[in-house]
């Protein structure tokens, strides 16, 4: 690990718990940050630091977490802290708490009546979500203005991905064939987005398996983390994320479906939701997308383009 990066987060566990750290384990992390497993001698005794690349994520993911832990069914992590970057410590941190638990994204055997359970468990805490209706409009959690229409709010972001996907191409990092796709849906958002969007309503923004712990036996799901894009939306933009990791042996979109009625088009914007929020992130982050499957998830969004405007 970075002995710099080490020595900046025990000099913010000095000031915040007048002590250093027992122990700092880099745990994981994603396009936007690192995450680290830090033990203390003093209460909490164990917690979670994240450290992003990017300016303001951390405010932004604290005001995600207090606002979806006043809805769940399942716990989140408490924010202990935000650091701002500094002069002395030059990037931005969230301190929170750290939930005991499996992480559930790589688990593929387990008794059928388990696996019911969580999904069950997994599905009803995202409906506890999706209840919650702003009254204002869509939006971002803490904006000065909301829209009473969604794709007067979503179809700037698209304009904004599209501009991304044509740099993407030109630059070779992006498959002609997935551009072609981009193209050919962009062209024809207003037929895929036609059925309206009735509420906004509040969502996760990376609800897969990989963001669910489970208990040590595995028996249920114990805590969600790590929200991303949680404003006031179409609760359908969150759904494609139900099928990632090991989703679909848990039946996570199936058992929402037998639960909450899908708009007509449910599934041809399921697969725009997904591409178009793939593309922002691999751009957004500068990630390689050779080794993701950005390719079988054009192929899905032109099979639905198939069914669907042909």
Known sequence: MDEQLITNINELLKVQFQTTSGSIEHIGGGFYGKVFLVELDVPPYKLVIKVYNQKGLNTREQSQLTTLAEHAILPMPRVYFVHHSSSDIPFDVLCMEYLEGI????????????????????????????????????????????????NEYYKPKVDLIFE???????????????????????????????????HARLI??????????????????????????????????????????????????????????LSKNFEIKNSFYELFTEI???????????????????????????????
């Open 103 to 150: 992480n559930a994204g790589e688990i593929y055997e387990m008794p059928p009546e388990n696996r019911k359970r969580i999904a069950d468990q997994i599905v009803d805490n995202l409906i506890a979500y999706h209840s919650v209706i702003h009254s204002e409009g869509f939006g971002e959690l803490n904006a000065d203005t909301y829209t009473k229409d969604w």
């Open 164 to 198: 991304k996907a044509t740099i993407m191409v030109k630059n070779k990092q992006l498959d002609d064939e997935v551009y072609a796709t981009v193209q050919y849906a962009y062209s024809n958002y207003g037929k895929i987005f036609r059925e309206k969007v009735e």
């Open 204 to 261: 996760h923004g990376d609800y897969n398996m990989w963001n669910v712990m489970l208990d040590k036996d595995q028996s249920a799901a114990a805590a969600v983390i790590d929200p991303f894009n949680c404003c006031w939306a179409d609760s359908e933009l969150d759904l494609y994320q139900l099928n990632n990791a090991n989703g679909k042996y848990f039946g996570l979109l199936e058992n929402y479906r037998s639960k909450i009625p």
């Open 280 to 310: 922002m992130h691999f751009y957004d982050a500068n990630v390689d997308v050779a080794h993701s499957n950005i390719k079988e998830e054009a192929n899905q969004l032109r099979i639905q383009m198939k069914k669907y405007l042909e």
